[in-house]
């Protein structure tokens, strides 16, 4: 049973740094291509990044392009996101979640096949 465990939400000021982890287990995490994803407040689920098995290609939607790092580290089978320079606008749940592949389009399917129970970050002052 595939298992993500999301950690490291907070509430943050603007321009703040803020890291996520990820807890896999239950599938064999270092052949799987990793991704977050995030639900804004009454939004839908947006694609924010995503990482090859290998760990040597990651992808980022636009918006967190150059303030967002993906990093995985498959001997301890964790997913991280390095967030710095947050804004408002980052507001929402963020979601670990397996996808099918990563291109420079972004990741498939965008919103992942299984996601875990998210994490609340919040980016006010």
């Known amino acids: 049973e595939v298992r993500l465990v999301e950690s490291g939400g907070a509430l943050v000021q603007p321009g703040g740094s803020l890291r996520l982890s990820c807890a896999a287990s239950?599938?064999?995490?270092?052949?799987?291509?990793m991704s977050w994803v995030r639900q804004a407040p009454g939004k839908g689920l947006e694609w924010v990044s995503g990482?090859?098995?290998?760990?040597?290609?990651?992808y980022y939607a636009d918006s967190v392009k150059g303030r967002f790092t993906i990093s995985r580290d498959n001997a301890e089978n964790t997913l991280s996101l390095q967030m710095n320079n947050l804004k408002t606008e980052d507001t929402a749940v963020y979601y670990c979640?397996?996808?099918?592949?990563?291109?420079?389009?972004?990741?498939?399917?965008?919103?992942?096949?299984?996601r875990g129970q998210g994490t609340q970050v919040t980016v006010s002052s």
């Open positions: 990482i090859s098995p290998s760990g040597r290609n990651m």
């Open positions: 979640a397996t996808a099918s592949y990563c291109s420079g389009a972004g990741c498939y399917p965008p919103i992942g096949n299984s």
């Open positions: 239950g599938f064999a995490f270092n052949v799987v291509v």
